[in-house]
């Protein structure tokens, strides 16, 4: 069982960075496929980023490429989202999610790929 906890969310303003984190509760932690969703006031849950777990392979969104940088601390057992330049439609909800991958080409971008999920962190992004 993987337990995932994401903290670090808060108020802050467009043009300002934030970083999230997740920690979680597994000794598999290295060999897990780590993603970032999100999901905006009234809309559907989307995928930000994810990093492979066997050669750090990323991949992102294209509403956050270039912006947004996911890495991973395997001795820590965590994952981290750097939010550079946030856009007011860069808030929602983040989700930290997991999954183990078998498939070293394919990168996790869809919600159902992933089994475990964290129960997300909120961030707010003011004009």
């Known amino acids: 069982q993987v337990h995932l906890i994401e903290s670090g969310g808060r108020l802050v303003q467009a043009g300002e960075s934030l970083r999230i984190s997740c920690a979680a509760s597994?000794?598999?932690?290295?060999?897990?496929?780590m993603g970032w969703f999100r999901q905006p006031p009234g809309k559907e849950r989307e995928f930000v980023a994810t990093?492979?777990?066997?050669?750090?392979?990323?991949y992102y969104a294209d509403s956050v490429k270039d912006r947004f940088i996911i890495s991973r601390d395997n001795t820590k057992k965590m994952v981290y989202l750097q939010m550079n330049s946030l856009k007011r439609e860069s808030a929602a909800v983040y989700y930290c999610?997991?999954?183990?991958?078998?498939?070293?080409?394919?990168?996790?971008?869809?919600?159902?790929?992933?089994?475990?999920w964290g129960q997300g962190t909120q961030v707010t992004v003011s004009s």
């Open positions: 999610a997991a999954a183990f991958n078998n498939l070293p080409n394919y990168s996790m971008v869809r919600a159902v790929d992933y089994a475990y």
């Open positions: 597994t000794n598999t932690f290295s060999r897990l496929d």
């Open positions: 990093m492979n777990w066997s050669v750090g392979r990323t």
